[in-house]
């Protein structure tokens, strides 16, 4: 697990270095929009403010057990690991998208929701 998890951390620490593109990342988060939305809550939490909130923390939302036990803080690495593999990172959440495997691709679509603010809007 420690080795998955130091792979993933190298792999958005140089797909950050090589200059993720938030704008590629919003193109990328059309994915995520059947059940996110960055400012309002559907069949998962909005994604505004995510960097630095705690995961199952948005008042109302209705978490997974799992998620609201994971203790997680939604920083770019454990966001990154979380959307390589959600079930391995959070066994038991209901979020069952199977991950993006390319870390360019997380790097990008993380720059984008760091850049994402409610605050901003």
Same mark, same amino acid.
């Given at each position: 697990?420690?080795? =998955? ?17 938030? *704008?590629?990342?919003?193109?990328? /988060? ?9 400012? /309002? ?24 057990? *799992? ?21 391995? =990172? =959070? ?20 720059? /984008? ?9």
């Amino acid at each position: 697990m420690q080795r =998955v998890a130091l792979a993933a951390a190298l792999a958005l620490a140089a797909a950050t270095a090589a200059g993720a593109d938030a *704008a590629r990342g919003e193109q990328l /988060y059309a994915r995520c929009a059947a059940c996110h939305a960055l400012e /309002y809550d559907r069949v998962g939490p909005r994604h505004c403010d995510l960097l630095g909130r705690r995961a199952g923390s948005v008042p109302g939302f209705d978490y997974s057990p *799992a998620m609201k036990r994971s203790k997680l803080v939604w920083t770019k690495e454990n966001l990154s690991r979380f959307l390589a593999n959600p079930l391995s =990172v =959070v066994p038991g959440t209901t979020m069952t998208y199977a991950g993006i495997d390319d870390p360019k691709e997380r790097a990008e679509l993380i720059a /984008y929701l760091g850049a994402a603010s409610c605050s901003k809007r």
